[in-house]
């Protein structure tokens, strides 16, 4: 004899389903969600899966394009490391995003191979979110005098195949742009052999701008130190460029090398024009670093042990100097400038000095332009059972945890624990070859909203 379902329990779920019913009338999908609910739920997401999401149907690829999204997101932004490799047999165009979460870099990452224990010291990341970079001239790296052998095909208008993502080149140099630094979601690119920029794109969205012709550097053989600034006062972008300028001796007639001077773009405006003289620096612009509306860079002394710090103040477009950190070297007694360097770490700017022997040590200026308010926060002694490499380190990000994450000249990242005294290194699963990284803050805002003016044309990298 079968039993009988309770009636109660029977009208409970018959109950149930009609008030979700109810709750779900008019809501079919999740497209059907107000706007406001619905770029909500995608803010909450991390960044590599908002981007897979552009690819899933007409309509949500419209509201993550949206100006509106873009500026909701520019709000929770965070920093994000771009990764490109430096192969010196190609021409690569891809660069890679890396989201800085800890849990991708603690001592039992989630990149580790398969099987690999926790005290292992090296680890294999591999890179999947992939972005392209502008080439300088796909024409001219195919048809190279070098008789380059090409890994792509030109499609019949003009572009590049979009199958492929590097040139074989036997001077690779000559055909792709180097990287100048990021500025709120940009990058300014150069042309490799005097530096100059000409380029500045945003690789979240593969959109470029190609900068207008500059005046010509008289000097063949100097190199032109380039920055990208942005003003939060007036929102606007400016690239600035310094070069040695041409003078004529009132004498002898003869033309010679003076004072060093700075032109200014803003993007958006047809041409270059001159600002000011600028401060001479003997090893030029290293480690241009934008931060709060200024960019920055370290200048040694001539007749000081210490050095100075350059600052651009980009809605004054002005120069001055701020004080830096107390380091007692002398550079021409034998102390390394290169292996100092410079960043933002927490929102502060910061320098990395690892010229002394044996020990690494990190300074963060908690009060911009004040010489007292710099505070050494780490301060790594690298003489341990564990081995550090020697050379340049650039710190990238510090974790709640108190960790530090390093990029380091040796092809690798350095995850640094300073309460367990352990590090371990990161490398690029199947890369052999250098690779450059930089932090940027990645934005989803069109070229066409953030660069003001009619004058500019907007180009974009899946048709060139």
């Not at 970079?133 to 979009?162: C, H, Y």
């Not at 650039?394 to 994450?405: E, Q, T």
Request: hydrophobic letters at 35%; one cysteine or more; a positive charge.
């Amino acid at each position: 004899m079968k039993r009988k379902r309770s009636s109660t329990a029977s009208d409970a779920q018959n109950g149930d389903k009609e008030a979700v019913d109810v709750a779900n009338e008019g809501i079919r999908s999740i497209t059907d969600l107000p706007e406001p609910v619905f770029l909500t739920i995608l803010l909450q997401l991390p960044l590599k899966t908002i981007l897979i999401c552009r690819w899933v149907c007409k309509p949500w690829r419209n509201r993550i394009s949206s100006s509106e999204f873009a500026k909701l997101y520019s709000r929770k932004a965070r920093a994000c490391l771009l990764i490109r490799t430096n192969d010196p047999k190609r021409v690569s165009r891809t660069i890679h995003l890396l989201e800085l979460e800890h849990e991708n870099f603690d001592l039992g990452c989630s990149f580790c191979d398969a099987g690999c224990p926790q005290c292992d010291l090296h680890v294999n990341m591999e890179l999947d979110t992939k972005f392209k970079l502008p080439l300088r001239d796909a024409k001219m790296a195919l048809n190279s005098t070098d008789d380059a052998s090409a890994s792509v095909k030109l499609n019949p208008k003009g572009g590049v195949s979009k199958k492929k993502c590097f040139i074989a080149s036997k001077n690779p140099k000559d055909h792709k742009f180097g990287i100048v630094n990021p500025c709120e979601g940009l990058l300014c690119l150069s042309e490799p052999k005097q530096n100059n920029p000409v380029v500045v794109c945003n690789p979240m969205t593969g959109e470029f701008i190609k900068l207008p012709e500059a005046s010509k550097v008289e000097k063949p053989r100097e190199k032109i130190d380039s920055c990208l600034g942005f003003s939060p006062r007036t929102k606007q972008y400016k690239v600035i460029r310094i070069f040695t300028q041409q003078i004529c001796d009132p004498i002898s007639g003869r033309k010679e090398y003076g004072d060093k001077v700075a032109e200014i773009h803003t993007l958006g405006t047809r041409s270059w024009r001159s600002v000011a003289f600028a401060p001479f620096m003997l090893y030029g612009i290293k480690f241009p670093t934008y931060l709060n509306g200024a960019v920055h860079w370290f200048r040694p002394e001539f007749t000081k042990a210490d050095f100075k710090i350059v600052s651009f103040d980009v809605y004054n477009e002005q120069f001055q100097l701020i004080p830096a950190p107390p380091l007692k070297y002398n550079f021409f007694g034998g102390k390394d400038i290169k292996l100092i360097s410079m960043g933002v770490l927490n929102g502060h700017l910061c320098i990395c000095d690892a010229a002394e022997f044996g020990r690494v040590c990190i300074w963060a200026m908690k009060k911009h332009g004040v010489r007292e308010s710099w505070s050494k926060v780490f301060s790594i002694d690298t003489e341990t059972e564990q081995r550090w490499p020697q050379g340049l380190y650039h710190p990238l990000k510090k974790f709640k945890n108190g960790a530090i994450l390093m990029y380091h000249a040796r092809n690798c990242l350095l995850y640094y624990d300073p309460s367990r005294e352990e590090h371990k290194y990161f490398k690029i699963r199947g890369s052999e070859s250098k690779f450059e990284a930089v932090v940027c803050i990645p934005s989803l805002r069109s070229l066409k909203d953030a660069v003001m003016g009619d004058n500019v044309e907007v180009l974009n990298v899946k048709s060139r």
